[in-house]
Each structure stands twice: as C-alpha cells, then as structure tokens.
C-alpha cells in the first residue's frame, strides 16, 4: 500500500556567493545530489523499514541528482526533484533532505 507525498517536493539550490564570478556554475555541477529520508514527528528518528516487516517504510526515488530548470520568472536555477516519494505507513512525520556534494 502506497500514499503518494502531494505535492511532490522540489528543493531550490541557493548559494550565497556574490564575490565569486562564477557563482552560478553550480547550477550545472553533477557533484550534488539530494536524500530524502522518512523521520518520526518531532524529526528525530529515521523510519527505515516497518515495524515487524522487512519493507522499506518509503517507496519510490529517494535520491535526485541536481536539475538545471528554469523558475517561474524564466530565471535558471538548481533544483532537486522528488517526484515519486510515497510514504507505506499511516501517520505524521517529517522529510529530512541531506545534501551531499562528491569531491574526488
């Protein structure tokens, strides 16, 4: 039994660099990659699998690699989409993204 998560969530890459000539160069960088994890209410606890069963307690991409797409306004901009996150237990609970950046 899958719930899907509506909206799906789509995460905006900001980086606050003005100095920096090149600062939008990340908006095209593959090294950026987005986790997406299943935690308890308060945030504290991650909920991997269902209790009492060997199932996962989410389903679908969990990780989205970085998209280069364009806003509302036509401005580009860097974007991490999780576009089929399905939760397979009833409840509340909150999404932890970790962002991660490969380096050699």
Known sequence: ???PIDP????????HDSMDP????????PAFIMQV??????????LRQI??????AMAGAL??????LRDETGSQG???VFSDLSVRIEG?????FELYEMDG
């Open 1 to 3: 039994d899958r719930r």
């Open 51 to 56: 209790k009492g069963h060997q199932a996962a």
């Open 63 to 68: 990780v989205s690699p970085l998209h280069t």
């Open 78 to 80: 860097a974007y991490f």
């Open 8 to 15: 799906p969530p789509i995460i905006q890459l900001i980086k």
């Open 92 to 96: 509340s609970f909150r999404l932890r």
């Open 37 to 46: 994890m299943l935690m308890d209410e308060a945030g504290k606890t991650s």
């Open 22 to 29: 090149l600062s939008n160069a990340y908006t095209v960088s």
